[in-house]
């Protein structure tokens, strides 16, 4: 019997032996497939056109760090936002959804008493469920209200402006020198008082570097939201004056010396090679504001109209041995991708509810040409209207009414100048040939646009167009506060 009894123990002991080392294997292959998820840093201007960075073509504008993400990465010439204004545009970047789905329109107002819906699946409550610290630092505009506010959202942490640096009501266009008091926020105690403008900049970086100082050991996001460069324009002293491109350029090169300071905290730390670095902007330049704006560089218009300079945007990504060095890429993306892009390299769910971007990562990768199925992206603007498509090389827009620059030069030293109204009618553009929207070809093309209207038809059951009073389907209520 004690024989028996000792030969039990050995099994038991032997197959408990065993149980721990498949144990300890799994869960140290778990934990090593668990440490290749990318840190992922998303630094998002404001109101930065298209060409307002070296690599970009820009002049008189020194951004040598940005231009060194290109030459370590890709850079992506046909970059898209959802919509040419800031609350919107930021929506679609957190959400993966077209704004409107979401009922956010235009840039939200101070007194706004809506916001995102906490209901709604954002990239920073995404990674979080995945086990990274999130944070934000700089500038939100997805909400004022409390209940809105970044750490509603899925961000540990959080500090920056609530909404634009200009808001409100004394805006440049009534007294150039005057601007209201600004809540800078942290996490959810607010200090209302009047940050010095020239180190919002400086600050935002110096948090970046804390966190990822902080965070080292773990996955983390960091999504750095500069306020600068929208109006009104303000550079540290230490970059005024230095840039042949005026305050414009004295406040792009401070930007490029953040990416720089982040970059070199990447490497000081050892992370460059496991984070995935992403640049762009919300928005094209802000031309009204003539010597206080970017430029678009060959594109037509800005900010405010769905003409490639209100929508196409400066984009560079870097990855190491992920997204392809040195590259260039032309293949339309849109940020309403990045949201499931990621989530696919990490295995993580998407949202349930519907979201309109796609896993584009053939395209950032460098590993699949799709212009055999270009992707087809919609932009809407106002409250809800469907306003033009882009489908491969062809670009439809839709009759609406655009507010327009019409090549006049804007204002001087951060006054504006006043927009006009353009009527649009129905006009079909080939960007591969006509980039800057000069020559509509709606006439020789009448099959394109047959096909790119059934196409939209589809959109507006989804999503509706206020131009012909339709209710979307898919539509999302905006939260409300209480």
């Not at 997204?323 to 892009?341: F, K, N, Q, S, Y």
């Not at 950032?364 to 491969?392: I, V």
Request: aromatic share 10%; charged share 25%.
């Amino acid at each position: 019997m004690r024989y028996l009894r000792y030969l039990r123990w050995r099994l038991a002991a032997r197959v408990g032996f065993g149980l721990l080392l498949l144990l300890g294997a799994w869960s140290g292959a778990l934990a090593s497939a668990r440490d290749d998820r990318p840190n992922i840093v998303v630094i998002f201007c404001d109101d930065l056109g298209w060409a307002d960075v070296g690599c970009f073509g820009a002049r008189g504008v020194r951004t040598p760090a940005i231009d060194r993400l290109a030459r370590e990465g890709t850079r992506f010439t046909s970059f898209y936002v959802a919509q040419p204004v800031c609350s919107a545009s930021r929506a679609a970047l957190m959400t993966g959804c077209y704004p409107n789905r979401l009922g956010i329109h235009g840039a939200l107002f101070p007194e706004a008493k809506i916001g995102l819906n906490t209901n709604e699946v954002t990239l920073a409550r995404m990674l979080k469920s995945q086990g990274y610290a999130t944070a934000i630092y700089g500038k939100w505009h997805l909400g004022r209200p409390a209940e809105f506010l970044p750490p509603r959202h899925g961000f540990d942490d959080y500090f920056g402006l609530p909404y634009s640096n200009d808001m409100w009501p004394n805006h440049p266009s009534a007294k150039p020198d005057a601007y209201p008091p600004l809540p800078l926020i942290e996490l959810e105690a607010v200090k209302e008082l009047m940050p010095d403008q020239r180190f919002l900049t400086r600050r935002y970086t110096d948090r970046a570097v804390e966190f990822i100082e902080r965070h080292r050991e773990r996955p983390f996001f960091l999504y750095l939201a500069h306020s600068m460069p929208h109006v009104p324009l303000h550079a540290s002293p230490a970059f005024e004056g230095r840039s042949p491109a005026g305050l414009y350029g004295d406040v792009v090169e401070e930007i490029d010396a953040s990416v720089s300071t982040v970059l070199a905290t990447l490497d000081r730390l050892r992370l460059t090679q496991r984070t995935w670095v992403i640049f762009t902007s919300d928005n094209g330049p802000w031309h009204s504001y003539g010597s206080h704006a970017g430029s678009a560089g060959p594109f037509r218009e800005g900010k405010g109209s769905v003409f490639e300079g209100g929508i196409r945007v400066p984009c560079v990504m870097r990855w190491p041995a992920h997204i392809a060095a040195g590259r260039t890429c032309d293949e339309p993306l849109m940020t309403i991708d990045l949201l499931p892009t990621i989530a696919r390299r990490l295995r993580a769910p998407l949202p349930r509810a519907p979201i309109d971007g796609v896993d584009a990562w053939r395209t950032l990768a460098g590993r699949g040409d799709t212009k055999d199925s270009p992707r087809t992206y919609y932009f809407y603007y106002g409250q809800g209207e469907l306003q033009a498509m882009r489908s491969g090389r062809w670009k439809l827009h839709f009759p609406h009414v655009a507010q327009v620059m019409l090549d006049r030069p804007g204002g001087r030293d951060g006054l504006p100048a006043p927009y006009s109204r353009l009527m649009v009618g129905l006009e079909l553009y080939d960007l591969d040939t006509d980039p800057g929207e000069t020559v509509d070809v709606a006439a020789s093309h009448p099959g394109v646009i047959q096909r790119l209207q059934g196409m939209a038809e589809i959109e507006r059951d989804q999503l509706g167009d206020s131009l012909l009073k339709r209710i979307g389907k898919g539509i999302r209520p905006a939260g409300r506060a209480q």
